[in-house]
């Protein structure tokens, strides 16, 4: 019996897109989110093998344990990501947070309707441009 694998077969931020257009919003902002962090993760990874000459795979797998939160404040701190690019990541990572916790309100006595559209749009939107901020960092940085 052979194991089975679960992943995801595009490319993520096309992934996500499809998600979102199939009504699958958590699944989309789930997978954008997780794409982000793990291009910050590689970001900070690149820095720490060329800048510093250390062991390719012993960094990663340190650097692969850092959550998007503080991965983006070491890349900030060591002035990879400009002031913008900080705001923009701190900020995608609370209203995604703040998202995905809304979720689980009960809408008792209709005080909490859900998520509304035009918020979670916003939020998608501002992490398609960031995960192509990213991985574009990354590029130059090779």
């Given amino acids: 019996m052979s194991e089975e694998f679960i992943r995801i077969k595009h490319w993520p931020t096309d992934h996500a897109e499809k998600a979102y257009k199939n009504g699958n919003y958590i699944e989309a902002l789930q997978v954008l989110h997780g794409w982000i962090e793990s291009n910050l993760q590689g970001l900070f990874h690149l820095y720490?093998?060329?800048?510093?000459?250390?062991?390719?795979?012993?960094?990663?797998?340190?650097?692969?344990?850092?959550n998007l939160i503080n991965v983006t404040k070491v890349l900030y701190i060591l002035n990879v990501l400009s002031e913008d690019e900080y705001q923009q990541s701190i900020k995608f990572n609370g209203l995604r947070n703040q998202l995905i916790h809304k979720i689980f309100h009960d809408p008792y006595e209709k005080i909490y309707t859900g998520i509304s559209k035009k918020e979670y749009d916003n939020v998608f939107k501002q992490g398609l441009k960031l995960a192509d901020i990213i991985r574009l960092k990354a590029e130059e940085k090779v």
């Fill in 48 to 66: 720490g093998v060329i800048d510093c000459n250390q062991d390719s795979k012993k960094i990663w797998d340190i650097v692969n344990q850092i």
